[in-house]
């Protein structure tokens, strides 16, 4: 009985050794939550002002409005303006502001807009070997967003410069595309 006790000990004291070992490599080696990511929040103003063209008869005004998703969250949004401002959504689901002045006076047009956005840190493990290319289906469900679009500007010139119709789908005489904003007078 002596000699089972003596045999048992040097696999126990093995057994405890290595679950010591076990434990301090999970702890120091991965066995930890990963940190929340951080966020940061902004307050936005934007103002924009368009420069009505002599004898224009009615000036049509599309621009960008912000935009919610999984990391941007946006809060108290606000626009001023001496007129209406209506919001419609694009042929992608992208919200737009929308106004049109007729008859508008010499001088500037301004539309001023505010709001707070809080962004949270996107976090990526890119793994070069899990890549491939797309399969016949996923080019598929992505054939829309690979055409061209009446929305981007190609070679410095908008779309409607190329004999496209705008995003009013109606013709726009004189047209202006300044940053992200579409600007027409008529």
Same mark, same amino acid.
């Given at each position: ?78 626009? +001023? ?59 598929? +469900? ?25 995003? +009013? ?18």
């Amino acid at each position: 009985m002596h000699s089972q006790r003596i045999r048992i000990k040097p696999i126990f004291l093995s057994f405890v050794a290595t679950s010591v070992v076990l434990v301090i490599s999970v702890r120091m080696f991965g066995g930890s939550k990963p940190a929340q990511p951080k966020q940061a929040s902004f307050q936005v103003r934007n103002e924009f002002k368009v420069q009505v063209p002599k004898g224009a008869k009615t000036v049509r005004m599309w621009f960008s409005v912000p935009q919610e998703d999984a990391v941007s969250v946006i809060r108290e949004f606000s626009v +001023a303006a001496d007129f209406p401002v209506h919001y419609y959504r694009d042929d992608w689901g992208n919200r737009v502001g929308y106004a049109e002045v007729n008859a508008p006076a010499e001088g500037p047009i301004t539309i001023r807009e505010g709001f707070g956005l809080t962004r949270t840190e996107t976090r990526n493990d890119i793994d070069p070997t899990r890549t491939r290319p797309l399969t016949d289906q996923e080019r598929a +469900a992505l054939f829309a967003y690979l055409q061209p679009s009446s929305h981007v500007a190609i070679q410095g010139c908008s779309a409607t410069d190329h004999g496209h119709q705008s995003v +009013a789908r109606r013709p726009l005489p004189l047209y202006f595309l300044l940053g992200n904003r579409r600007i027409s007078a008529i």
